[in-house]
């Protein structure tokens, strides 16, 4: 099953990588928190994120934002 908002669903005080978390959890049945962790900071690293990932979500600079976005359809 694929997740593809309409609208905008950041949330002010959640971070890029709980964003992650959340949609991660969204199209996986029961993962494994090894597994998630794993996969989720691989995808950070790789769309250059990494050095964002504990900062809010909201606090992201406008292509920062967009390549979020892109990571959570």
Known sequence: MSICPQHDVFFDLLTVEEHLEIFYDFK????????????IGKLINDVG??????????????????????MLA
Do not use: D, Q, W
């Open 49 to 70: 994120l990494a050095i964002y990932a504990n900062n809010l979500a909201s606090k992201l600079s406008g292509s920062r934002f967009v390549v979020l976005k892109g």
């Open 28 to 39: 996986e049945k029961k993962p494994s928190e090894k597994k998630k962790k794993t996969e």
